[in-house]
């Protein structure tokens, strides 16, 4: 698709696609409260319970915003054979996502974020996880699930989701990534640092300022330049086609062969950016599946991330919200 190409006409495009999600899965749970004293025991607030939510996290959220945006995900992982693997089962059902490529496990815990929540304030954070990497039988279960869906399905973009919880492993990746190489399919990386330079010749690389700042032996800032050498790092090390590293409140950077796009955030009421790379990603592989420009990719995955930071706790896309808003801004009636 071309720059000029109409939003109606993308975002029906996206309805047609079919995205493959591989990495790590759990449950983001919140425990939400109320504050009105402080412990006698220690100098920490007492929480008076109100409701618990749980939602699904990390690649499930990813697949739960490609079925957002109308286009079918299709999602391949590993959970704990316990009571939280049951109850992310569950959840994935309640939201109309596959199950068919989930993994069991009897020798690892259910990832589980519990956030406890009083008044909007974030006060404390609880993780249930293994973070260590799939055993032989899990690694070959999971890579059986992958070329299964892959023979039986015609994929039009691989994203690999990665929270280092042990899911893709070097071998994974190496083997996926080759797969999808040999099917012609594009690939689009979410990394973390275990594992950040694993993914050689992806379509599309999407760290953070943070995650980049890190892997890297110069300093790297928000600015045009800076974010130049990293891109021209990142395609040293990767060989990978265009390199996209979001900036928190400042936006994102987007670039492809040479060609660059520095796109600042446009104005929100931030309530909370969990759940904002997971938006990104899933927009920005949508737009890779179509081709679409830089322009248009950095300003859909740019809108995409910002509008769910306007919601407490991780929370899909608005598809209608997000083309009205793609709309008025390629107009320029909204700045």
Not at 32 to 47: F, K, L
Not at 97 to 107: E, F
């Amino acid at each position: 698709m071309t720059e000029k190409t109409e939003a109606g006409a993308i975002f029906r495009a996206f309805e047609q696609l079919r995205v493959l999600i591989v990495g790590d899965i759990m449950i983001d749970r919140y425990i939400y409260g109320a504050v009105s004293r402080i412990s006698p025991e220690a100098p920490v607030p007492v929480v008076q319970l109100q409701q618990i939510e749980d939602r699904v996290g990390g690649a499930a959220n990813v697949a739960l915003n490609i079925k957002a945006m109308g286009a079918t995900p299709y999602l391949c992982s590993v959970a704990g054979s316990d009571a939280n693997g049951a109850a992310l089962m569950a959840l994935m059902a309640g939201y109309g996502l596959p199950a068919q490529g989930i993994v069991k496990s009897d020798t690892r815990t259910t990832t589980v974020k519990t956030r406890i929540i009083a008044q909007h304030q974030h006060l404390l954070r609880l993780d249930e996880e293994d973070t260590h990497d799939l055993n032989e039988r899990e690694t070959a279960q999971l890579l059986e699930a992958v070329n299964k869906l892959l023979d039986d399905v015609d994929i039009h973009v691989i994203i690999f989701q990665d929270y280092n919880k042990g899911v893709l492993t070097a071998s994974v990746i190496q083997s996926i990534m080759a797969e999808a190489g040999r099917r012609g399919i594009p690939t689009t990386v979410d990394p973390k640092n275990k594992n950040f330079w694993a993914y050689r010749q992806a379509t599309l690389f999407k760290p953070n300022l943070k995650e980049i700042q890190q892997q890297v032996s110069f300093a790297v800032g928000a600015e045009a330049d800076s974010l130049q050498r990293a891109a021209r790092y990142s395609r040293e090390k990767l060989d990978n086609r265009y390199t996209l590293i979001t900036l928190s409140d400042k936006g994102l950077f987007i670039e492809n062969d040479g060609r660059y796009l520095l796109a600042p955030t446009h104005p929100r009421d931030i309530a909370d950016v969990c759940g904002a790379g997971d938006t990104v990603i899933s927009v920005a592989s949508l737009a890779v599946a179509l081709s679409l420009s830089i322009e248009d990719t950095a300003l859909l995955a740019n809108l995409a991330g910002g509008q769910v930071c306007e919601h407490v706790g991780v929370a899909p896309v608005d598809k209608q919200q997000l083309l009205q808003e793609f709309e008025l801004v390629r107009s320029g009636s909204l700045h």
